[in-house]
């Protein structure tokens, strides 16, 4: 039986993707910085775990926890959106923390294992955003690239023992708790200069006659990413996500 690591499964992409992998008989280990049993199915076959991904101590810990894993995935993230001019460096840093730091030490933590194994896989939940550009999240934006960057130069380096490495890049979804999880870090949204901006921002975040991603597109592409080895390093999860890529090709 194999088994998958999740970082941020209290919710979105990172509980419907346990949801998936339990449903296809695997053990699963569901990471949250305060652990729910009552979000996901009962099952033998899970478990749930603290984690702050930055906290290198819990870091250690979670990781000792679970033990042999044949596949990471980062997802745990927060949101900010704020004028890029107006956005603390206090909050810049907050972003990077978790998004790109957390990320990379998770990364860090199990590669010694996968590496001596000669095997294991490392999905990374990235953004469409770092292919298409829109305003008021230049600092969330920025840190998905750097995770985009930082998967594709280790990939490199762990091919040749047997590991490998992907990036799935969701599109807007209304299914996340992207806008709750960003309020403590909006900043500068009532700026004069800036009303106009905002105001299209918004509107486009809760359009939903435009195509979306469902957090069962995320699932599926971590799934493809996780155990198909002829998958592409970066995967889109969405129809909005999938229309971007096509036009980056």
Same mark, same amino acid.
């Given at each position: 039986?194999?088994?998958?690591?999740?970082?941020?499964?209290?919710?979105?992409?990172?509980?419907?993707?346990?949801?998936?992998?339990?449903?296809?008989?695997? +053990?699963?280990?569901? %990471?949250?910085? #305060?652990?729910?049993?009552?979000?996901?199915?009962?099952?033998?076959?899970?478990?749930?775990?603290?984690?702050?991904?930055?906290?290198?101590?819990?870091?250690?810990?979670?990781?000792?926890? !679970?033990?042999?894993?044949?596949?990471?995935?980062?997802?745990?993230?927060?949101?900010?959106?704020?004028?890029?001019?107006? #956005?603390?460096?206090? %909050?810049? +840093? /907050?972003?990077?923390?978790?998004?790109?730091?957390?990320?990379?030490?998770? &990364?860090?933590?199990?590669?010694?294992?996968?590496?001596?194994?000669?095997?294991?896989?490392?999905?990374?939940?990235?953004?469409?955003?770092?292919? %298409?550009?829109?305003?008021?999240?230049?600092?969330?934006?920025?840190?998905?690239?750097?995770?985009?960057?930082?998967?594709?130069?280790? !990939?490199? /380096?762990?091919?040749?023992?047997?590991?490998?490495?992907?990036?799935?890049?969701?599109?807007?979804?209304?299914? %996340?708790?992207?806008?709750?999880?960003?309020?403590?870090?909006?900043?500068?949204?009532?700026?004069?200069?800036?009303?106009?901006?905002?105001?299209?921002?918004?509107?486009?975040?809760?359009? #939903?006659?435009?195509?979306? &991603?469902?957090?069962?597109?995320?699932?599926?592409?971590?799934? +493809?990413?996780? #155990?198909?080895?002829?998958?592409?390093?970066?995967?889109?999860?969405?129809?909005?996500?999938?229309?971007?890529?096509?036009?980056?090709?």
């Amino acid at each position: 039986m194999k088994t998958v690591m999740i970082t941020g499964c209290s919710s979105g992409f990172g509980l419907e993707t346990a949801r998936y992998f339990l449903a296809r008989d695997w +053990r699963v280990v569901a %990471t949250m910085r #305060t652990p729910r049993l009552d979000v996901l199915p009962p099952s033998d076959r899970l478990s749930v775990l603290a984690l702050d991904v930055t906290d290198p101590e819990s870091v250690r810990k979670a990781v000792e926890a !679970a033990g042999a894993i044949d596949v990471l995935v980062n997802n745990a993230g927060i949101a900010a959106a704020s004028p890029a001019e107006l #956005t603390p460096m206090a %909050t810049v +840093r /907050e972003v990077f923390e978790t998004n790109t730091f957390g990320t990379i030490a998770m &990364t860090q933590a199990v590669a010694p294992q996968f590496r001596q194994r000669k095997a294991g896989v490392v999905v990374n939940v990235s953004s469409s955003v770092t292919r %298409t550009v829109y305003p008021l999240i230049a600092a969330y934006s920025a840190s998905k690239a750097a995770v985009n960057a930082f998967t594709e130069s280790m !990939a490199i /380096e762990l091919k040749p023992f047997g590991v490998r490495l992907r990036l799935v890049l969701p599109g807007r979804s209304l299914e %996340t708790n992207f806008g709750e999880n960003g309020r403590s870090h909006m900043h500068g949204l009532d700026h004069e200069a800036y009303v106009g901006i905002v105001q299209k921002f918004f509107a486009m975040m809760g359009d #939903t006659s435009s195509p979306l &991603t469902h957090a069962q597109d995320v699932a599926e592409a971590v799934w +493809r990413a996780a #155990t198909d080895p002829s998958s592409p390093m970066r995967i889109p999860a969405g129809a909005d996500a999938e229309a971007a890529a096509a036009e980056a090709r």
